[in-house]
């Protein structure tokens, strides 16, 4: 199963293909043990380089090669040469010509889940990055871009459901056997990357939308048959993400039909493939007693996700995998910019802003350090990162704030209009937007080249003689891989000034000129912005809707952060404020082995009495006011300390400020609970389930206080749940309590919803992040459990993931009993999916921020790591973990 060599390759030594692809017709019988693919390329020499007698070289992994002809003239073993992972026809014509390939594979075996693979016996097929080339011999690269037409047969029975992407042409029986077939063709020319195939015995769960200008799309979600009744809000969702898709970017939608399916076995969340999207089920499947509102909201923001990419990664793709993030980022800001339309900007940014912090900051602050654009990479399935994908996101979002939001739609339809049907580069999108705002974004492309996130460190001075502020702002790249030195970037810095009455100031230029919507642009190592007429010291709000992806520090004294979370007008803003008191007082709590009265003083009652002000205050969002009863988690704790960190001090800090708050405001608190009570049947709408989540972290600060009633009051809620949202959340609350009921409702979730997969899955997850001195035995406990397996992604994500990401006293235990136990899986897994064991292996990536003790034990068990036979993938991550790659 060693693939590709473990030498590095460079974005710098791009070269366009030799030949090119025009036309592909695929015939694939499908079989568990040998699928048949006969493929017919039409193939011709690139024109834009010499290509004067060179051999054609197909990808190719894991295939049988059964003959193969050129021009109709079978080619002898002696006029081509098959390596593991290539396929070479030493000579071929100058010209165009047709190239037939009959090969087979093997579904069944196939257990990295990349290529074409069985999940549930559904064929599926998973092609992103380099999967085709484990169908058929293929110039399998993002720029060779061919339109497709693909017939598949199966046994009826065993799969009456035939799928590929495009449009339907052709069905029908074959006369004298049990075996069907379709035929399907996709009229859009896309890199090999989009195919997709399915075959299997689902339910469809059909509906229709029609276009903009008035066209009928088909859609259409395949799940397994008896989970029909879980469809609905997927289907809303797609089309929801349709109609905005036209109103906010004026993308329509393209083919005759939309289908979707759900499989149970799946690395990623989905997969964009052209017309087929191919979903992991976790992101299809919701009904009320079975999905929390979390699952309804990344089902609607996965299902957008995947649809954008139509016009953002299918109609423009990508020239190669380099640019991975032209596609992801982008896509992602959309999906981030309709959830935000469709629910709240704000809850939507303070959401994409936690991600961001907790899953790229770190990523940005270790070994595994990586522009937005990587210029190298050994394995290209360790770059579907946190980087790539979130910070890549920022990076839009920052190019819409320096532009504007109509300048940035501008930009937008100029790169569609310019690159429709091509395979670009991060540069063509730049410079379309360069183009409409006639704007010079030379240092803005340092977004895609630096890596590391810029410290920003901003102080403001007040002269009460002349009536001015001064923002003195400076910018700071730390060094990452590679990458010693950094030059400064231009970044967007939105400010606002605030009066002591609470009222925003209008913002004038030393030079007279009004700054519009107080947008700053940082180019300079240090600059100064001088602000006049203004009567009174202010409170300045900085970094206002987080405008770019940057540590802020400030000179803000803690009367000055209370007065924020009080006053500022920009609500994500309001909310930092809130959790940045917070940050500091725990931080200060968990410095050097930890300091538990900075956690339980003055000051953390000040921070519950603000909370409680806020949380109550019924002129906002009952989901923005949630937001204010979550803490930093402990990642976040660990983060803003990055060094020396001491997990447990970490834990011990933030349950006694939990505690603290669950004390200090209990009386508010059981009345937000109270009041927040669910009347009527379950709606994932925004408000209904604010309320849900104002009354389950109102439930779990006052359960943080230990009093047995509270816990009672946790064991009713567990009890009257009518819905999964309230069902698990009264779960997790108990599964951290030491006491009978703990077990009780564990027992009870397990006899209810044992074989509800997706659902099981909450009850393994629930249990692996529940921290406690014994966590990695439970774990172990859990992995022996007949229900678990290591085949299945959602299942190692559920009780490995969480255990890794979710319960950090346990994965960092001093012993590093965690560290080994996590090592042990990785290797096997990485033994059939070295994709999934790679990505569980990231998990070490903070390691060197840790105090002595546990770093000596981390390095240890990645030494050892690194001595072994890894796949690619994980040797890669290892060893740059080490920084030793
Ligand atoms: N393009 C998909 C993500 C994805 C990437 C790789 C996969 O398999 C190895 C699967 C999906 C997306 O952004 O949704
Ligand atoms: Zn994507």
């Known amino acids: 199963m060693q693939k590709s060599d473990r030498k590095p390759k460079f974005l710098k030594d791009y070269a366009p293909p030799d030949y090119l692809i025009e036309e592909v017709a695929l015939d694939v019988a499908l079989a568990p043990k040998a699928a048949r693919v006969a493929s017919k390329l039409r193939i011709r020499p690139n024109p834009k380089v010499a290509t004067g007698g060179k051999p054609l070289v197909l990808d190719g992994e894991d295939l049988t090669l059964e003959s193969l002809t050129l021009d109709g003239k079978a080619l002898s073993p002696g006029d081509y040469e098959v390596k593991d992972g290539s396929l070479t026809i030493k000579r071929v014509p100058a010209r165009p010509f047709t190239l037939e390939a009959f090969t087979t594979c093997d579904p069944e075996a196939n257990t990295e889940l990349s290529g074409l693979y069985l999940s549930r016996g559904t064929y599926c097929t998973q092609c992103e990055p380099e999967g085709f080339r484990r169908i058929t011999y293929f110039l399998d690269r993002p720029d060779v871009l061919a339109v497709y037409t693909v017939r598949i047969e199966a046994e009826r029975d065993a799969a009456p459901v035939l799928l590929s992407n495009g449009n339907p042409v052709a069905r029908g029986d074959i006369p004298g056997t049990n075996r069907h077939f379709a035929t399907w063709h996709d009229p859009f020319p896309k890199p090999s990357y989009l195919f997709a195939l399915v075959g299997g015995n689902l339910a469809a769960v059909p509906d229709e939308f029609v276009t903009a200008s008035g066209r009928k799309v088909a859609l259409t979600i395949y799940v397994e048959p008896g989970k029909q009744d879980r469809c609905a809000w997927a289907m809303e969702s797609l089309k929801r993400s349709m109609r905005w898709d036209e109103e906010r970017f004026g993308r329509e939608y393209d083919l005759d039909v939309f289908n979707i399916v759900a499989v149970s076995d799946f690395n990623m969340g989905a997969m964009e493939n052209k017309g087929l999207n191919i979903f992991n089920d976790k992101l299809v499947l919701a009904r009320p007693d079975t999905a929390s509102d979390g699952d309804y909201v990344s089902i609607e923001s996965v299902i957008a996700h995947e649809y954008f990419h139509n016009w953002t990664g299918d ?161 700071i790249i730390p060094p990452t891989p590679g990458q010693a030195k950094k030059e400064p970037m231009l970044i967007p810095l939105k400010v606002g000034l605030i009066g002591a009455n609470g009222d925003e100031l209008p913002l004038t230029l030393a030079d007279g000129t009004p700054l519009v919507d107080g947008l700053l642009e940082v180019t300079e190592r240090e600059q100064v912005f001088e602000f006049r007429d203004i009567p009174a010291p202010p409170t300045p709000s900085l970094l206002r809707n987080f405008s770019a992806p940057v540590r802020l520090s400030t000179n803000l004294d803690p009367g000055q952060i209370e007065f924020l979370m009080a006053h500022d007008s920009d609500p994500f803003n309001r909310w930092q404020a809130a959790q940045t008191y917070a940050t500091n007082l725990l931080t200060d709590g968990a410095r050097d082995g930890g300091n538990i009265e900075r956690v339980t003083g003055k000051e953390a009652a000040r ?279």
Request: a negative charge; one cysteine or more; aromatic letters at 8%.
């Open 315 to 475: 109609r423009v793709t990508c020239r190669d995998w380099f640019q991975l993030c032209l596609k992801e980022g982008l896509t992602v800001f959309r999906d981030q910019e309709f959830t935000g339309d469709t629910r709240s900007g704000a809850v939507e940014r303070i959401g994409a802003v936690r991600i961001l912090k907790s899953n790229q900051f770190p990523e940005d602050a270790g070994p595994l350090a990586h522009p937005v654009r990587p210029p190298s990479f050994i394995e290209i399935n360790n770059f579907y990162t946190a980087t790539v994908y979130e910070k890549g996101a920022e990076v839009c979002r920052m190019l819409q704030t320096l532009l504007g939001r109509e300048g940035f739609r501008k930009g937008l339809d100029l790169y569609f209009e310019r690159h429709d049907g091509e395979a670009v580069t991060v540069e063509d999108f730049v410079d379309a937007m360069a183009d409409v705002s006639g704007r010079d974004l030379k240092q803005f492309m340092r977004w895609y080249t630096q890596a590391g996130t810029p410290e920003l460190a901003c102080s403001l001075d007040y002269d009460a003689h002349a009536k001015t502020a001064r923002l003195t702002v400076s910018q």
């Open 607 to 885: 921070l519950a009495q603000a909370l409680a002000v806020t949380s109550r205050d019924s002129s906002l969002l009952t989901a923005y006011r949630a937001e204010f009863l979550k803490l930093p988690g402990e990642a976040d704790i660990a983060r803003e300390l990055s060094r020396n960190v001491d997990t447990d001090a970490v834990h011990g800090a933030r349950e006694a400020l939990r505690k603290k708050i669950g004390e200090e405001i209990r009386e508010t608190l059981t009345e937000l609970y109270e009041a927040n009570a669910d009347s009527g049947p379950y709606s994932p709408d925004p408000e209904s389930a604010g309320r849900r989540a104002v009354r389950n972290a109102a439930l779990d600060l006052l359960v943080a206080t230990g009093d047995t009633s509270e816990i009672a009051r946790a064991e009713r809620h567990y009890r009257d749940a009518t819905n999964m949202t309230d069902s698990i959340a009264a779960l997790a609350i108990l599964s951290h309590v030491q006491a009978p009921v703990r077990d009780k409702a564990l027992d009870h979730f397990y006899a209810r919803w044992q074989d509800e997969p997706l659902v099981l899955d909450k009850w393994f997850a629930v249990q692996a992040r529940a921290a406690s001195s014994s966590s990695v035995e439970t774990v172990r406990t859990l992995l022996s459990h007949p229900k678990f397996s290591l085949k299945n992604p959602n299942r190692v994500r559920a009780v490995i993931g969480s255990f890794i990401h979710g319960n950090p006293t346990a994965f960092n235990r001093p012993d590093g009993a965690g560290y080994r136990l996590l090592a042990e899986q990785a290797i096997e897994i990485d033994g059939f999916n070295p994709h999934m064991a790679a990505r569980l292996l990231g998990a070490f990536e903070s390691w060197r921020i840790l105090e002595p003790i546990r770093q000596a034990r981390a390095k240890s068990v990645l030494q050892d790591l690194a001595a072994r036979t890894l796949s690619t993938d994980s040797y890669e991550i290892v060893t740059k973990t080490l920084g030793e790659g």
